[in-house]
């Protein structure tokens, strides 16, 4: 069974910033893609960024230019940077990793961001 791992959420003041790390029981360069996703209450989650088996990413437009998603194959580990933080980034962040048709998720890492 695949397991993730996130790690890396907490409290910071708007402006700030945090690391996320997701951490896969395997390689990484054996999914399609790996993405963050994010879900506050009372909203449905949403897909903050991707790194697909080539590299390539994709970003929300509420993020792009704040957050980098980045892997570290050896380690097996996804991270994902997010700068300049504001109270709309406030959520649970899970990671995902997919494989065919086949989708894992993480138990997810809480993000408050406060004024």
């Known amino acids: 069974q695949v397991q993730l791992v996130e790690s890396g959420g907490g409290l910071v003041q708007a402006g700030g910033s945090l690391r996320l790390s997701c951490t896969i029981s395997?390689?990484?360069?054996?999914?399609?893609?790996i993405g963050w996703y994010r879900q506050a209450p009372g909203k449905q989650r949403e897909l903050v960024a991707s790194i697909s088996v080539d590299d390539t990413t994709n970003y929300a437009a509420s993020v792009k230019g704040r957050f980098t998603i980045s892997r570290d194959t050896f380690k097996r580990t996804v991270f994902l940077q997010m700068n300049s933080l504001n109270a709309e980034d406030t959520a649970v962040y899970l990671c995902n990793a997919r494989r065919g048709y086949r989708s894992y998720w993480g138990q997810g890492t809480q993000v408050t961001v406060t004024s």
């Open positions: 395997e390689n990484t360069g054996s999914f399609n893609a």
